[in-house]
């Protein structure tokens, strides 16, 4: 990014380009900072490591790695298939600049434009979501994609080949148990000839089930299973599980592409399969990381640890201890868990650890809902005090007041 984000009340400006703001503008200051950080792209950092060992699968694919995050919803949604009302599209689930233009939340934002320009395709890029707060989420994580096409005439006979070439190249083991089926609920595309589809999905698993037996490669027996999903831009879809310390770990989404996007994107001919995974569930771990905060942190105790291509575990620094607080308020129809952890998130920043909602009551006379949330702060790399503690929990009640019109208890 070329200079730093700017968020006034009419105009955002974002990578050098200005954005007109509306009702449906949702994104802060504190979300705006971390689109400069594009942490995939530092190479000692836990999640270009995890990224590198990735794309070392598919070595022959075109990697894109520095989209910038502005799409438009026809981007990250309409294109993909995503049906009006789809939960995602919500204001209190998505960063939007506008209406019309958003934080990505998603790497297959940027599907259609790729495979309009090459046939083996990687994205990796920081994506953005509004959620709750705890030890494994944070608004902003890093995704990666990738993207296969065949000729729709000659793949069955493309992917036997290729097939064989892998197997005779590798001989680590893997245990892969595949119930899945294809049913009414997790159909065939109808224009879809089943023998082409069946090679692809072929192609897709085997290629799968190579890469992570390079990401685990020191789990001697790893076990990897699939089981049926569902994804508005693929059919049929899947998801790739991994048993790790005994249990079941989702690793990533994928499937036989819808082929309205291969035909948007000028290949009717082609069929092919898309995958996308998240690189912090992986990085954590992968590297033993308690707290997904500390991707971000700057502290160098955290970053010096990390060398490239290598995957070591965490030597955690000491742990500080937290400070606990609670607010209680008298709630209202608008009411929305994700808007009031995002006010957290401005007001505290990463010192807010974790925030739980403790007690709910109905009052029996007005049948006003009463919510008290407490909220976890804790530094990763110092003391905090009280004092200061207070201070942003003082914050804290005025802008949930003026925010969210509730009444603080
Ligand atoms: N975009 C999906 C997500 O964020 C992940 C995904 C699933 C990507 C299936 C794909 C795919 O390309 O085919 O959850």
Same mark, same amino acid.
């Given at each position: ?64 790695? +520095? ?5 438009? +919803? ?54 953005? @979501? ?127 592409? @819808? ?118 702060? @804790?530094?990763?790399? @110092? ?27």
């Amino acid at each position: 990014m070329k200079e730093p984000p700017k968020i006034t009340k009419d105009i955002i400006t974002l990578g050098g380009k200005s954005y007109q703001t509306d009702a449906f503008t949702n994104v802060t200051p504190t979300i705006l900072e971390k689109t400069t950080r594009q942490l995939h792209l530092i190479p000692s950092h836990p999640i270009a490591i995890i990224k590198d060992l990735i794309s070392s699968a598919f070595p022959d694919f075109k990697h894109y790695q +520095t989209f910038s995050p502005v799409v438009s +919803t026809k981007e990250n949604f309409d294109d993909l298939c995503f049906a009006e009302d789809h939960p995602g599209r919500a204001v209190t689930d998505t960063y939007y600049i506008n209406q019309k233009i958003m934080l990505r939340t998603h790497t297959s934002a940027h599907q259609l434009q790729v495979l309009t320009e090459a046939d083996k395709i990687l994205v990796t890029a920081d994506v953005y @979501r509004r959620d709750e707060i705890d030890a494994s989420h944070y608004p902003v994580f890093h995704q990666m994609e990738g993207a296969q096409l065949f000729e729709t005439r000659t793949v069955v006979e493309d992917v036997r080949k290729a097939i064989a070439q892998d197997s005779m190249a590798s001989s680590s083991t893997i245990h892969t148990t595949d119930t899945t089926v294809i049913t009414p609920a997790n159909p065939k595309q109808e224009c879809h000839d089943e023998a082409a589809m069946l090679a692809t999905a072929d192609h897709l698993k085997h290629s799968l089930n190579m890469m992570v037996r390079k990401l685990f490669s020191h789990e001697k027996d790893l076990q990897v299973r699939w089981i049926d999903a569902q994804f508005p831009f693929t059919s049929p879809s899947w998801e790739m599980e991994i048993l790790y310390q005994g249990k079941w770990l989702e690793v990533l989404g994928c499937g036989v592409i @819808r082929q309205d996007i291969l035909i948007n994107a000028g290949k009717p001919d082609k069929i092919g399969w898309a995958f996308g995974l998240g690189l912090e569930r992986l990085a954590l771990v992968l590297f033993g990381i308690p707290d997904i905060r500390l991707f971000w942190s700057h502290d160098e105790r955290f970053l010096k640890q990390f060398e490239p291509s290598k995957i070591q575990k965490f030597i955690p620094f000491s742990k500080y201890p937290p400070c606990i607080k609670d607010i209680s308020f008298w709630s209202n129809d608008q009411f929305h868990e994700n808007n009031f952890c995002e006010i957290v998130r401005d007001v505290a920043g990463d010192l807010a650890e974790d925030v739980q909602l403790i007690d709910q009551f109905v009052h029996p006379k007005t049948q006003r809902r009463s919510l008290c949330y407490r909220i976890n702060y @804790r530094s990763m790399d @110092r003391n905090v005090t009280n004092t200061e503690i207070n201070e942003i929990q003082d914050k804290l009640r005025e802008e949930v007041v003026n925010r969210m019109k509730v009444e603080l208890r």
